[in-house]
């Protein structure tokens, strides 16, 4: 399972999970960032600059925030992250991790960055 945000009229598409081998299956996780451009129908692997991106992983979210897209949570086979990164989608521009704490009180939901 991989995540997505709609970027216009592009569906940019990060990490994901699947099996390898065919005799004995093993699990991979990806840290890949495609783009599906809609109107074209075709798929591209734009180049991603910039610091190191997040760890390959599955289960993860990504929410639009504006233009830009936010990668959230996730886990590897082993590691369930609580991370959150930015992706710049100006020509897809780097990756830079925040620090983000999510906290719930009652109904309302405040996102503190920093």
């Not at 598409?13 to 065919?22: A, V």
Request: glycine share 14%; proline share 4%; hydrophobic share 40%.
């Amino acid at each position: 399972m991989c995540s997505n945000g709609a970027m216009g009229s592009k569906i940019v598409y990060f990490g994901g999970h699947g099996t390898g081998g065919f005799f004995q299956k093993h699990h991979i996780y990806f840290d890949d960032v495609i783009v599906l451009e809609r109107e074209s129908v075709k798929w591209t692997r734009p180049n991603v600059s910039g610091t190191s991106g997040p760890t390959a992983r599955a289960y993860h979210t990504m929410t639009t925030v504006g233009s830009q897209i936010l990668i959230f949570g996730g886990y590897n086979g082993k590691v369930t992250f609580g991370d959150a990164w930015w992706l710049l989608p100006d020509g897809m521009r780097p990756y830079f991790h925040c620090r983000i704490v999510v906290v719930k009180i009652l109904t309302e939901v405040y996102v503190c960055r920093w």
